[in-house]
């Protein structure tokens, strides 16, 4: 495998762990924050590089920011980046561990 590097790092920002993230821990698939400018192979390259695993798949999503509203003063969250890496069969990630 390719050795980890900064950008990697930079490229997998965080796991995002909830409950749906969870369930589909067990059908080998592992949720991710990442920059909105990543793209799928770079994403691929770097959950390959920074946790040894052979990934399969990536899928990609942008969730738009809220409009909220703190102490009566409107504004808008940022918009978040996600991408679920669906890994070969026999390679799992312990997201818990951190890197």
Do not use: C, W
């Not at 990609?60 to 996600?82: A, E, H, M, N, Q």
């Amino acid at each position: 495998m390719t050795e980890a590097t900064a950008k990697h790092y930079d490229t997998i920002t965080q796991p995002i762990i909830t409950e749906k993230a969870t369930i589909a821990a067990e059908h080998n698939q592992y949720v991710f924050k990442v920059p909105l400018k990543a793209t799928k192979p770079e994403i691929a390259e770097a959950v390959e590089a920074l946790f040894d695993v052979k990934v399969k798949a990536v899928n990609t999503l942008i969730t738009k920011g809220k409009s909220k509203r703190f102490r009566g003063r409107p504004y808008t969250r940022s918009d978040v980046k996600k991408a679920m890496v669906t890994l070969e069969e026999g390679h799992s990630i312990d997201v818990t561990t951190g890197l």
